[in-house]
């Protein structure tokens, strides 16, 4: 079992830059894939972002080139460098802890980008 608390979120003009932090209660070394998600009002929840135990990461088309995550197994952190925010990418984002047959879900940080 794992708790995820995500923050970082805010109001920013597109073009501008967030970074989301998603803090675990225990060690994440050994969890396979972190991932980060959004959802956008009246919308289904969608994927953004993987990364691996080993560091490799996936990418949604929308966000490729303009996100960037990371894991910091130190500290049990994963983080989403969000540049170049389009309004379009407002919504509340969710960090995610796959460890098979379980996932595991933060609360969720609300990110509003304004045109």
């Known amino acids: 079992q794992v708790q995820l608390v995500e923050s970082g979120g805010g109001l920013v003009q597109a073009g501008g830059s967030l970074r989301l932090s998603c803090a675990a209660s225990?060690?994440?070394?050994?969890?396979?894939?972190m991932r980060w998600y959004r959802q956008a009002p009246g919308k289904q929840r969608d994927f953004v972002a993987t990364i691996t135990s080993g560091g490799s990461t996936t990418y949604a088309d929308s966000v490729k080139g303009r996100f960037t995550i990371s894991r910091d197994n130190a500290k049990n952190t994963v983080y989403l460098q969000m540049n170049s925010l389009k309004p379009e990418d407002t919504a509340v984002y969710y960090c995610?802890?796959?460890?098979?047959?379980?996932?595991?879900w933060g609360q969720g940080t609300q990110v509003t980008v304004s045109s």
């Open positions: 225990r060690s994440i070394f050994s969890i396979n894939f």
């Open positions: 995610n802890a796959d460890m098979g047959p379980k996932n595991y």
